[in-house]
T-cell receptor, first 114, second 108 residues
């Protein structure tokens, strides 16, 4: 069964508003989670590494003030897209690092900004 | 992370074996070879991984060359549900960088 749960699976929001996406590890504690973004017909691009209890590490070119990541507990990381614009419309995918196990991914969140 | 090269697309007949190649000539000694697949509009699904030895599980087999510069993922009896983008990744489990992958189309 699924070991990483992502919510919501899809969301539509108006330009200028903020959207929060949740990523939960099920039945295990994840000190590290990762956030990816995927545009149509492209591969997954790593956005940031989320570390429980500390600041996220962002990849080059990803605006940390626009994509707020909070990893407040060992089973939950959130990604907030602030002041969303149509160009932020994308498929956002999280993954969680489980000890002694390959990386597991959530089923993604389709964000559409109108 | 190691740079990987995969064919853009492949076709396979239903019921036949699908052999997906991957070149990872820059892989370092402690980096694993991971294979994931992504069915349209879903998150990536883990398939298999290996370091040096060939590996097999209920989904697939992974054949890694002795010099570790390339590998082949084998789906022994492809079904229509195996149609997906298959990603080969060379790296450490704590940070996976995805390449462009191979779109495998299983034909009836």
């Amino acid at each position: 069964g699924a070991v990483v749960s992502q919510h919501p699976s899809w969301v539509i929001c108006k330009s200028g508003t903020s959207v929060k996406i949740e990523c939960r590890s099920l039945d295990f504690q994840a000190t590290t989670m990762f956030w990816y973004r995927q545009f149509p017909k492209q591969s997954l691009m790593l956005m940031a590494t989320s570390n429980e209890g500390s600041k996220a590490t962002y990849e080059q070119g990803v605006e940390k003030d626009k994509f707020l990541i909070n990893h407040a507990s060992l089973t939950l990381s959130t990604l907030t897209v602030t002041s969303a614009h149509p160009e932020d419309s994308s498929f956002y995918i999280c993954s969680a690092l489980r000890p002694d196990s390959p990386l597991h991914f959530g089923n993604g969140t389709r964000l559409t900004v109108t | 992370d190691a740079k990987t090269t995969q064919p853009t697309s492949m076709d396979c007949a239903e019921g036949r074996a699908a052999n997906l190649p991957c070149n990872h000539s820059t892989i370092s000694g402690n980096e694993y070879v991971y294979w994931y697949r992504q069915i349209h509009s879903q998150g990536p699904q883990y398939i298999i991984h290996g370091l040096k030895n060939n590996e097999t599980n209920e989904m697939a087999s992974l054949i890694i060359t002795e010099d570790r510069k390339s590998s082949t993922l084998i789906l022994p009896h492809a079904t229509l549900r195996d149609t997906a983008v298959y990603y080969c990744i060379g790296g450490a489990t704590n940070k996976l960088i995805f390449g462009t992958g191979t779109l495998l189309a299983v034909q009836p």
